[in-house]
């Protein structure tokens, strides 16, 4: 069906907030998810903002059994957008190979069935990781790919080059988003970044320390070459991530590509440092954030921010929010998220 997407991952923060968007634009939307690190209830906050409940079916796409029976009876789609991973860099460091096997074989199980049923449209969920640390900033497209940090970034590499031959060798086309950091979360409050345990990344730990749940932010490293030492990211807000995938959809329904595979960096084009983040935090919602500057973390590359020129000329895409944006509906969704655990 023309409007019909899946989205895999779907109850995950990305994922959820492109499930609004794609309901919000009028697409029908499908969701798998294997909950590994994400919850149900999500399926039921996404309705509460678009009114549109989504059908959620739990299925681990690492399985070949349970992948194939899914698509059994669900496969008249007209793409898919593939977010479905394991995530967290660090995480990935002490144990790669349940990252390879899970995000490798999630992709490769999508594929094989998108050839089955002849669903040629596929959005993937890549990372600004497979550049490591750019030698040229701001980064481009066309920059060279370097050996990925991380096993997890190492994953989203081999993913491309896999979706690469799979298009040249069958009907599909696809296209590669690759992210920076995705923060903030809807302006409802209702959907946002649900880390299970400690965070890894930076907005969660920092919101759950100005939320009294963790006693003190590390900052990790201020020795980096940068204005103030320490690292310096391109943050995107989720809900301007969430709509790059809606227009990835759009392109591809318009027929509008210019090759089987396309790649955009999805970025604001500007970069913001740790303690940037920590100011602006605190003038913006006007809370002391406790913090402590401590030593580098292993793999951390030292400063990225993209060359978004190609997503918004070819994508017709923009960021629209700002960093005070992010960081304000990043709080917001805290104090409602810890209100409904209490
Ligand atoms: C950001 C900055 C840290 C935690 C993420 C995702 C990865 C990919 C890219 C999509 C760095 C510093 C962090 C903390 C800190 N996104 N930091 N104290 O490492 O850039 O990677 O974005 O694919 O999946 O993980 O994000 O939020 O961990 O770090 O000082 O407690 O904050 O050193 O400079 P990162 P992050």
Known sequence: MKNKILVTGGTGFIGSHTVVELQNNGFEVVIVDNLSNSYEKVVDDIAKITNIKPVFKKVDLKNKCEVSEFFKDNHDFF?????????????????????????????????????????NNVVFSSSCTVYGQPDVLPVSETAPLKKAMSPYGNTKHICEDIIDDTAAASNINAINLRYFNPIGAHESAFIGEYPQGTPNNLIPYLTQTAAGIRECLSVYGDDYNTPDGTGIRDYIHVVDLANAHVSAIKRMLDKKMKSKVEVFNIGTGIGYSVLDIIKTFEKVNGIKINYKIIERREGDIEKVWADPTLANTELGWHAKHNLDDMLRSSWQWECRRDKNEG
């Open 79 to 119: 793409g898919i957008i593939h977010f479905a991973a394991s995530k967290a860099v660090g995480e990935s460091v002490k144990k790669p190979l349940p990252y390879y096997e899970n995000n490798i074989n999630s992709t490769i199980n999508i594929l094989e069935m998108m050839i089955k049923y002849d669903i």
